[in-house]
């Protein structure tokens, strides 16, 4: 089945930017989502369609996806964006929904 | 306000039955003619994101990871905003906070409403 790829863990200063990958098989081909999921709390949409984003996120959230790597960008990154992010994406092969493992977002 | 809300987590021993619930509030499953497909994620304490299963706007496809498949049930009652999981042959692995989410259209939409789960505990 497909398998997305997420780093483990991300840290980065305040105010810097932060980078989150996904990887998977030509997932350059595929409509990528992202979510966060702050401690205690419900996941959130973040970033849909690769780097389209829902209304009332920031817009220091944007995505990008091509090749074998779509990526979720964070810039100005402040504290309360210290949280899990999980790439997502539809496996239409499989018809499965797959999620990537998370990546916790640490600001130092 | 659009919320989604889970009920019917609790305790159960292995290889028992439960059915969890998920009710639409601030907004229909019928938006003009379009009904949101909906989909169960689970998460175990301390894990990641587990996709469950999911069915489409109008019922008539559904689709579950390999782990449920044969075990689960999803199903929806557009009438009452509702969707069900009925789970059976209970496992100590299934042992996890349930999630409802509505996608945006379909099966390959984001997922941009999300319930506050219900936890499922399966032990002796």
């Known amino acids: 089945s497909y398998i997305l790829t997420q780093p483990p863990s991300v840290s980065v200063a305040p105010g810097q930017t932060a980078r989150i990958t996904c990887g998977g098989n030509t997932i350059g081909s595929k409509s990528v989502h992202w979510y966060q999921q702050r401690p205690g709390q419900a996941p959130v949409l973040v970033v849909y369609d690769d780097s389209d984003r829902p209304s009332g996120i920031p817009e220091r959230f944007s995505g990008s996806n091509s090749g074998n790597t779509a990526t979720l960008t964070i810039s100005r990154v402040e504290a309360a964006d210290e949280a899990d992010y999980y790439c997502?994406?539809?496996?239409?092969?499989?018809?499965?929904?797959?999620f990537g493992g998370g990546s916790k977002l640490t600001v130092l | 306000e659009v919320e989604l809300l889970e009920s019917g987590g609790k305790l159960v021993q292995p290889g028992g039955s439960l059915r969890l619930a998920c009710a639409a509030s601030g907004f229909t499953f019928n938006n003009f003619g379009m009904n949101y497909a909906m989909t169960w994620v689970r998460q175990t304490p301390g894990k990641g994101l587990e996709w469950v299963a999911e069915i489409t706007g109008d019922g008539g496809s559904t689709f579950y990871a390999d782990l449920v498949k044969g075990r689960f049930i999803i199903s929806r009652d557009n009438s009452k905003d509702t969707i069900y999981l009925q789970m059976s042959s209970l496992r100590v692995e299934d042992t996890a906070r349930y999630y409802c989410?509505?996608?945006?259209?379909?099966?390959?939409?984001?997922?941009?409403?999300w319930g506050q789960g219900t936890m499922v505990t399966v032990s002796s």
């Open positions: 997502q994406v539809w496996d239409s092969s499989s018809d499965h929904l797959i």
């Open positions: 989410a509505k996608t945006a259209l379909g099966v390959t939409y984001p997922m941009d409403v």
